[in-house]
């Protein structure tokens, strides 16, 4: 496992936007528009940027799979995210019309993530060609490897993927009907 820095941003992008394309919880953020793709893109760019300020993103040794991992602790009032990443994403991905059904949304989510420390496993994500052979497991394994000492919290629209965390030790904890359903799990810890 690779901890990615900006030199990787580029194979992140590919992976991730390929990976969540069509996800329904990207789409409710993404503007639909003629330039989706390249919404997801940037959104993808801004997820990698977020990680890397907030958190830690990781790649496989091979650059099939990648992840990024939110340390909540480590949040706090940027310039760079409060004002310049965030305008690039209400212009550049979610549009002013979706701004308003996005936080909305996020406001929701906020309320079932705990008080006391936790870990957000934000992304994973796998290339298409890949799925399926292991990649993606043997990334989160890692992952789940060197968290253990706090719960894990993910959210995942897609329910194909509910038994692959579920095998992982997720448990489903909150069902949200958001005109898709947003599934929130957990990992307890394991220390």
Known sequence: MIVANKSHKKIVRKI????FKENGSIKFV????????????RLIDYSFEYGLTFGKVFLSEDHKSCCIMLLPEKKKTTFKFDVYWTAILVLKVIGFSHVLKVLNRESKLKKFQPKDAFYHLWYIGVLPDNQKKGIGSNLLHHV??????RPIYLETSNPVNIPWYQKHGFKIIKTLELGYQLNILKRETLN
Request: glycine share 0%; charged share 50%; no cysteine.
């Open 30 to 41: 993404v503007k639909n528009d003629k330039t989706e793709l390249k919404r997801i893109e």
């Open 16 to 19: 991730l936007s390929s990976s």
């Open 144 to 149: 789940l490897d060197e968290y253990k000492d």
